[in-house]
């Protein structure tokens, strides 16, 4: 089942798609958002004010360090990854995350355009709370060149259909 994005408007902003509630969701299936692009200003405006270390504010201190050039956060990556998320999978509740791990194997560079793939691993239904359930996604945030930059795997509070 596919949950295709549909056309942005003059503000970038994606137009909404139909809400989604846990039975809506089958495992396997994946949500493809749209792109991402970053910059070099927006990851040190976002470093100097949430992550002020040398190899995200500071393109010339970044050389002689372990990253070996300006990257993004990893929080600056999440952080765009839960946008495209937003957009890409509309859980009619919203994203309510009751845990998650993460992992960044390489870094955000500038001029990387950024979009994530998620896929359901698993859905299960309280058995105390017939209403609701939790569903794990496992997302791949990616790169222009399809490199992965982020991993995380997250248990996320889903709804049933309201009656």
């Keep these: 089942m596919a949950n295709d994005i549909k056309a942005r408007d003059s503000a970038d902003q994606v137009a909404p798609l139909r809400p989604l ?3 809506d969701l089958a ?3 994946e949500f493809t ?3 991402y692009p970053l910059d070099e200003a927006a990851i040190i405006a976002f470093a100097r004010q949430y992550d ?5 504010i500071d393109p010339e201190a970044a050389k002689d360090t372990f990253f070996q050039g300006l990257a993004a956060s990893g929080w600056q990556t999440m952080a765009i990854t839960m946008r ?3 957009e890409s999978l509309p859980i009619g509740s919203g994203l309510i995350g009751a845990g998650a791990e993460i992992g960044w194997p390489q870094p955000t560079r500038p001029g990387d ?4 793939v998620a896929r359901v691993l698993e859905i299960t239904p309280s058995r105390s709370k017939p209403d609701r359930g939790f569903v794990t996604v496992h997302t791949q945030t990616l790169n222009q060149r399809g490199e ?3 991993n995380v795997t997250t248990r996320i509070l889903t709804f049933r ?3």
């Design 27 to 29: 495992v396997g299936q």
């Design 33 to 35: 958002s749209r792109s």
């Design 113 to 116: 355009a950024l979009h994530t």
């Design 148 to 150: 992965v930059l982020q």
């Design 21 to 23: 509630y846990l039975e």
């Design 52 to 56: 002020p270390q040398p190899f995200h």
């Design 161 to 163: 259909r309201p009656a």
């Design 84 to 86: 495209l998320l937003t």
